[in-house]
Structures are given as C-alpha cells and as structure tokens.
C-alpha cells in the first residue's frame, strides 16, 4: 500500500512539530513503525519524482525532468540551452507495478498520474484497476477528490483481499488550488493560529488529506489485513512558499531541503519496530526494490534499478551498501523560493550529492562556463554543507573543506558516467 501525497512538506506533519495543521492519521502511522527523519523525493518538482518512484531510477536513466519543459523562465536570464524533457515515462521502462503484477499481485491505481497517456498510462504500465480522478473540483463535499480515491481504494483491497495486492494512492491533495470541505475550512477557520504556520486553507485541505490516510488504515484493520500489508505514505516533493519548511531551506521545485526532504513513514508488519527512527538518507527509488523485496519478487529481465531495499534498515538489523543518493536537474524552473539561490528561478542547473552527513550542490552553469574546478574558489558553481551542524543549509563550507568538497565533486563526475547523465549545453 503505497499513499503518495503531492505537495507536502516536511513540516507539515504534525510529528515533524507543525504548530497549526493537525495530521493525527499520519501521526499515529509513524508512532506505530518506523520513520525516516532523511527520506528524500528523488526531484524537486511533481512529474519526476513520480517517473523515479515508478521505475526505480534516477532521472538521467528515464529523462523525466519537469512538468512541462525544462525552460521554464525568462528565456534572457538563462545561460544554457537545457536538456530536453520527456513529458512521459517510456513505454518500455518496467514499472513497479509491472514487476508486481509479474508475480501474481493484483495492482491498482486511485489518483494522479502525470506520466503520459496512450502507452505511457497507468493501464498500460501495470495497473488493472485505474481511477484517475480529477483532484481540482471547484464545489462539493470532496473538492480534491481525497475521499474518492479512498473509496475506490477500500473497494479495491476488498476485492482482493484473498490474493496479495499492490494499490497506489496518489492524492491531488495538497497541491493548489488549495481546497476542503467546509467543515474542516470552518474547523480550522476558529483554531488559533500558530508561530509557524497559520495558513487555514492549507491546514483544511492537510486535515482532509490525513482522514483519507486514517480510512485507508482503518480498512485494512476492518479486513484483517493490517498485519500482512507493507504501508508507505510520503509525497512527491517539498512544500508549497504558502507553507514554511523552517529550518529547511527553500521549497517545491528547488534541490535545498525544503525541496526534497520529506515525511517518510514505512510500516512492514514483523519487520518495522513501534516508534522507531531512522537517520539514513533514503529516497523514493527505494521502494521498488523494497516492494519486490517483500514479495519476494525478482527484477525485471534487463532492468536497472538506482534503489536499494530498505529492508535491512527497516530490521534494524543492517545496512544500505550504499554510500549517497542524487539528483540532477539539467534545466530551469521559475519563480523563486524562501531563502533562495536566485531572486529568478527555483533552480538553475544543478546535480546534487547526499553523502552521509555532507551534501554538496554542483551548479552547471558555473562549472560549464566559468572555468570548472580550476576556478572554484571565484565560480561559485558548489556549494557544500554538513547537514548535521546545519540542516538549513545556511553556510556553504565548499571554501573551507577543500578535501570533502573535492571528494563529493569526484563521486558527482563518476555518477554522471555511470547513469549517462546529459548535460546543459552553451547558448
């Protein structure tokens, strides 16, 4: 059972410490496993992180960049000519709901897509059962369509509950235009608002989104299958300006933390412990190898995958032979965000590496056309920070640690090999 938020920040939960939105479903989910305190969207924005959760891959692999194209903003104020961007993961990428249904699981589909259509649509990607369901109903008692989704989920696991199954909930919630019942926007129309966030709407459409979730666990207990059900609920990138990510620095569509940085909540019956926690950076391309994992599924004949199986750190009793995660961004998205790189854009070209407690951002611009490595301490083309002293990613130490910033900069130049990765080229 896989809940996919869009749009949900970090912070937006209550047991991330919001002082104003009200997530008791998501809340109680977590005390009962384990969560990630690092889990990652493997991109910025909605459309390719969706693409990376459903192939198991790292953008170069699939070419799912952005929604729309990959020139997004004043075409005068970009340096660049941007890689291309695919609008629709290939046809012949096997999903994980392909590889799921290979090994018998009935699959199903209740919500945003964003991958393409024809061939590239969800019944043709591996799900039986498909409701796309339009998230942005201007009037009605179920505006963003959470509790449609929900039922049809719920009708779904019912007809399945005598043969394993794969059901992915892709919510429109919490993404604009901001929507809720009327009683939730009058509930929290009268609450006192926070010192962080206060935005009632936004808190409204959070707590709507958050019942859903509690329907969905609710169903699984009625049918008795909340023992045997794998459970995940994060979202596909940081939160929307309306809502602040403090500490995080910046928000949706940039690669700081309050772009990326999400809540990451797994519950694996006899495998996840109550109430436990998780520092390791982990990232949404796990969960492929982490569903065919506990199906006791292969991968797919010729399939590559850039995730690893999260089962020994949801054991407790192991570790990722990994050493970072990534992500590549090869173009431009506009409109700036709090505590921004850029008074233009969310974000220029950048490749960015999670190694332990380092993270450093590589900006292609400057690299590509300001002299490269030669000229690092004039380009600014890296910027490095030690999340574990500054989470807010506040003072960039690429100056100050030399070795670590050479490091991260070699591992970047290997990754971009190995995954083929395209580069933005000169105007």
């Not at 009200?22 to 991109?43: H, Q, V, W």
């Not at 796309?132 to 505006?143: A, L, M, R, T």
């Not at 993404?175 to 010192?195: D, M, N, V, Y």
């Not at 045997?228 to 939160?239: I, Q």
Request: hydrophobic share 35%; aromatic share 10%.
């Amino acid at each position: 059972m896989l809940i996919f938020a869009d749009d949900l920040g970090w912070k937006d939960v209550g047991y991330q410490g919001t002082d104003f939105y009200e997530t008791p479903n998501i809340d109680r989910l977590a005390k009962e496993c384990m969560f990630f305190s690092a889990g990652y969207a493997a991109a910025g924005n909605c459309a390719p992180s969706r693409a990376c959760l459903m192939s198991g891959q790292y953008t170069p692999r699939h070419g799912v960049y952005a929604v729309g194209s990959t020139n997004r903003g004043p075409a005068n104020l970009m340096r660049m000519t941007p890689v291309p961007n695919s609008q629709s993961l290939p046809a012949e990428n096997v999903t994980v709901a392909e590889a799921l249904r290979a090994a018998g699981y009935a699959t199903g589909f209740f919500g945003k897509w964003h991958l393409g259509s024809g061939e590239c649509s969800p019944e043709q990607q591996g799900f039986e059962v498909v409701l796309e369901k339009n998230g942005n109903q201007k009037i009605g008692p179920d505006p963003k369509a959470v509790y449609t989704l929900t039922k049809a989920a719920c009708k779904f696991m019912e007809a399945n509950r005598d043969r394993p199954f794969f059901a992915y909930i892709p919510h429109h919630a919490i993404h604009t235009p901001l929507q809720a019942r009327k009683s939730t926007f009058e509930k929290f129309t009268a609450k006192p608002a926070g010192k962080q966030h206060d935005n009632v709407i936004y808190a409204a459409c959070t707590f709507d989104l958050d019942d859903g979730v509690g329907m969905v666990l609710e169903k699984l207990k009625e049918l008795g299958l909340e023992d045997n059900t794998l459970v995940v609920f994060t979202s596909d990138n940081g939160g929307t300006p309306q809502s602040s990510q403090e500490p995080l620095r910046g928000a949706k569509g940039c690669y700081y933390e309050g772009g990326i940085r999400e809540p990451f909540i797994v519950r694996w019956p006899g495998v996840t412990k109550p109430g436990a926690v998780c520092d390791v950076p982990v990232i949404n391309v796990d969960l492929y190898p982490t569903f065919l994992a506990a199906a006791g599924a292969k991968v797919p004949q010729g399939k590559t995958l850039d995730g690893e199986s999260l089962a020994p750190l949801l054991s407790g009793e192991g570790k990722l032979s990994r050493e970072a995660i990534f992500w590549h961004f090869p173009g431009y998205l506009d409109r700036a965000v709090p505590r921004g790189r850029d008074p233009v854009f969310r974000t220029r070209p950048v490749t960015v590496i999670h190694k332990g407690n380092w993270k450093l951002h590589l900006y292609h611009e400057e690299w590509l056309l300001d002299g490269g490595r030669d000229k690092l301490a004039a380009n600014n083309a890296v910027e490095l920070y030690d999340l574990s002293e500054d989470i807010g990613e506040r003072k960039n130490i690429a100056g100050a640690n030399t070795q670590k910033r050479d490091e991260l900069l070699d591992d970047v130049l290997a990754w971009w090999k190995k995954t083929g990765a395209l580069l933005p080229s000169p105007k």
